[in-house]
């Protein structure tokens, strides 16, 4: 189950053309893997792997609480040779 949780979380981000928030992701992943066992824990530190083994990037953002979001490690440096 872990595998596939790391698994949905990469594709997700690589099929999204902006950074997605945890709840985002949470909410993407229950709709695809349909596991009640799959928390935002789990994801939060799914998302927390990945970062740190350099497969993605995120970022906390805002306020307080705040919410942290996520991209893929490339998304932005796609952009430095265009236009502009």
Do not use: A, H, Q
């Not at 927390?48 to 932005?76: A, E, Q, S």
């Amino acid at each position: 189950m872990e595998d596939k949780i790391r698994e949905e979380i990469l594709k997700l981000l690589n099929e999204s053309s902006e950074p997605l928030e945890t709840k985002e992701i949470e909410e993407k992943l229950k709709d695809k893997i349909k596991k009640e066992s799959i928390t935002r824990t789990k994801i939060f530190y799914r998302l927390n792997l990945l970062r740190g083994d350099g497969k993605i990037k995120g970022k906390f953002t805002g306020p307080g609480k705040g919410v942290w979001i996520w991209w893929r490690f490339d998304t932005f440096e796609k952009r430095k040779g265009g236009t502009k």
